[in-house]
T-cell receptor, first 114, second 115 residues
Framework: NAGVTQTPKFQVLKTGQSMTLQCAQD?????MYWYRQDPGMGLRLIYYSASEGTTDKGEVPNGYNVSRLNKREFSLRLESAAPSQTSVYFCASSEVTLANYGYTFGSGTRLTVV | AQSVTQLDSHVSVSEGTPVLLRCNYS??????LFWYVQHPNKGLQLLLKYTSAATLVKGINGFEAEFKKSETSFHLTKPSAHMSDAAEYFC?????????????FGTGTRLTIIP
């Protein structure tokens, strides 16, 4: 019962370094999402992919890129990390973009940029 | 545009007493509303959802919420708190958008249970 799997769970980067956060789901869901969670701000949508081959910007896309590699995988890339990108990142998936189906979340990646 | 306000950032209750977590929403259309729970260092889990059916919604672990359109509220309640309920709770709203709906999260309410 894997659901949504995120790797790595923890990461420390230096300012200017790049990295890719990986996300995979095994529920055959069409839609996938990347959120960031910051204290006192809830979760904010970075990018989403309504279906394989499509991606769209969310609320806070600056400084990030995404790739929907196939139906299962949706990666988030930081090209040049900044301290403002220190956050907890969550990947989620849903059967369709109709939110009333509910989302399944991964357990998160805690990223610190120093 | 949709938005949601969680009225309390922290709530503390004694074990065995009722829980009330307050949420008000704003939406131009008939929204879907959700409560998610996040235990420490874990992902988010769906507690319950309202999608224009019954206004009193029952969820997992004894939680329920009532949709009140006149008050634009969707408060979460539980009759008797348990230690395992200690977590952060998020109220979430989504508006119809032609199959392209997205979730808007509140800022969260941290629930502490006093033994």
């Amino acid at each position: 019962n894997a659901g949504v799997t995120q790797t790595p769970k923890f990461q420390v980067l230096k300012t200017g370094q790049s990295m890719t956060l990986q996300c995979a789901q095994d529920m055959n869901h069409n839609s996938m999402y990347w959120y960031r969670q910051d204290p006192g701000m809830g979760l904010r949508l970075i990018y989403y992919s309504a279906s394989e081959g499509t991606t769209d910007k969310g609320e806070v896309p600056n400084g990030y890129n995404v790739s929907r590699l196939n139906k299962r995988e949706f990666s988030l890339r930081l090209e040049s990390a900044a301290p403002s990108q220190t956050s907890v990142y969550f990947c989620a998936s849903s059967e369709v973009t109709l939110a009333n189906y509910g989302y399944t979340f991964g357990s998160g990646t805690r990223l610190t940029v120093v | 545009a949709q938005s949601v306000t969680q009225l309390d950032s922290h709530v503390s209750v004694s074990e065995g007493t009722p829980v009330l977590l307050r949420c008000n929403y704003s939406s131009s259309y008939s929204p879907s509303l959700f409560w998610y729970v996040q235990h420490p260092n874990k992902g988010l889990q769906l507690l319950l959802k309202y999608t224009s059916a019954a206004t009193l919604v029952k969820g997992i672990n004894g939680f329920e919420a009532e949709f009140k359109k006149s008050e634009t509220s969707f408060h979460l309640t539980k009759p008797s708190a348990h230690m395992s309920d200690a977590a952060e709770y998020f109220c979430v709203v989504s508006e119809p958008n032609f199959g392209n709906e997205k979730l808007t999260f509140g800022t969260g309410t941290r629930l502490t249970i006093i033994p």
